[in-house]
């Protein structure tokens, strides 16, 4: 009892006691009250300061347990953190632990963004969802980033040191946030983000705790950083993974081209006609294939395809032989050109089961040159000596009046091409006012296929030779359907009809004196006949081609005067004279009026049925008013323009 008594007998000894054995704070007021009853005021007096002094000693074991336990959370946490863990994992562990360590009611990271704004991850103690949409350019964090030191606040909607975020400050008030702490996460000389630490009641965090913030946030950079390249060579790798892969792919891909090509070359040399060549296409495709005319209309085909715009298909494949490449049509379908050089032989159509990529489209353009070869070949010999479309026609143009065996060649050509030499034909030149002129030459080309008609370019002007008598109706015709398909308007100027190659070479230049005298007039994106003009043309011109007037009026009579030694023309002269009566036409010239009526019959063929006609008859006689004027002041100049 005796050693009961002393152990708690009130008394500074009993506090190191108690002291020592690391007893609850109470047990000190508890001796203090003893000592109220039992005690004289010196001794009250020396045990109260012995007790204010063991508190002390008390609060600075307690803490110096925290930072122990701080430190202790620190390297599980720097263990943990060397853990093989991804970016987003990793975020949720250091959230965690600073969580944990400095008792707060909510961890998130901020981390930058490309467009130097941060965006909240892992955000742990939410009770929204807000923070995935946050992204605060000012506020707290950045005051933190800018200092480089952590930023403290134990009322964040209240405290003006900073410059609010709305949204931020948003978010703030739905989570019920009241104290806290920003550390930025500084990695050498890099600023990766911040940390944030959050509490819902006012709380002054101790030195020790911002300072274990710290240094979990130092440790925390360091990770992150390690995570963040660790990441970046793990994406490599895939890349370099995937980009293995597509090259293997791509290397049996072209394989089985090679192999599909070696295929199709062998069937061609074998002698394969179209159809085989189209259905082992198809084979390979695992589809349908379809080759067409320039024109658009079936060649061959390993099926139907009921589905198909034949115009509006005809009208991609335009585009397909501008831009000499395939071309999607739709969802599943390609237009593939088929051309030897300049020549548009056609085009393929083209549906695979299923969808074309990478390589796979180098296999259509194989499969139209085989295409090609075979429509070349199958041609024979004389499709091998006859020109290009464009290059016959440009002969005919160029072609003099008087190169007979030239033109003997060139009919055998034109009858080897399908075309009717004997046959009357007109000649236009249109002009792209505005637009690229590779699909104009494409609809050309196409165009002139389907009319039996030849094309060409020249001086940068499409130039069109078609059968027909009407020049004027066909330059409409032209002018209208092109200006459609291009969206853009259309000059045409015309000339015809004629007949024979030799013809050519005239209706060019006086479509070209046409298409010159709708420009002086104003009449860009028009169409007309030179005919459609008369003189009128003659008197707008820039260039006044009285020569061309004179030949596109009266040209086959003079000509005609000249190589037979007729008097067409003085017979025109007397038939005019008198008033169109070939009666006193023939008092007029003392010959018989049958005689009168023959010679005008050879007019009439040599310059059309509508040679009479009022506005056509005008053009005639100035024109012969003209070159009667020519003759009388320049002998030298006054013979007929060569045809």
Known sequence: MTDAADRDRPDPLTVLRLLAEEVPSHRFEELLLRAERTCPPEERDRLEQAVRLAHVVHASQHRRRQREDGLAELVDTARDMTQPRDLGELMRVISRRVKRITKADMACIGLYEDDGTLSLHAAEGATTGMWAEVRPSTGAGEQAMTTGAPFWTADYLRDDRFEHCPQADEMVRAEGITSLLAVPLVHGDSTLGVLYCANRTVRHLTPDEIGLACSLAALGAVSLERAERLQDASDEVSELETDGFRTRTTLARLQQLADVHSHLMGLLL?????????????????????????????????????????????????????????????????????????????????????????????????????????????????????PLPDELLDELIALPSGGSRRAHRLEQRLSRAGLDPAAPHVLLVARIEGGPHGRAMMWASSYAYRHGGLKTARDGNIVLLLPGTEASDTAHSVAGVLSAVLGHPVTVGASGPGRGPT???????????CLKALTTLDAVGSAAALDDLGFVGLLLSDGRDVSGFIDNSLGPVLAYDRHNDTELVKTLEAYFAVGASPSKAADRLHIHANTVSRRLERVATLLGPRWQQPDRALDIQLALRIHRMRALLRPDAAGPPQA
């Open 503 to 513: 013809e050519a070479g005239r209706l060019h230049q006086e479509a070209v004196r």
């Open 270 to 386: 074998s002698g394969a006609d179209l159809e085989t060549l189209a259905q082992a296409t198809a084979d390979a495709l695992d589809g349908t294939v379809q080759l067409r005319n320039p024109a658009g209309r079936i060649v061959t085909a390993t099926g139907p395809l009921p589905d198909l715009d034949d115009n509006a298909v005809t009208e991609v494949s335009w585009d397909a032989h501008a831009q000499r490449t395939p071309i999607p049509y739709g969802e599943d379908t390609w237009i593939a050109p088929v051309v030897a050089g300049a020549e548009n032989l056609g085009f393929a159509v083209l549906r695979p089961a299923t969808p074309l990529i990478g390589e796979d489209e180098r296999l259509l353009y194989l499969i139209t040159q085989v295409f090609a070869l075979q429509l070349l070949l199958r041609h024979g010999p004389a499709a091998a000596e006859s």
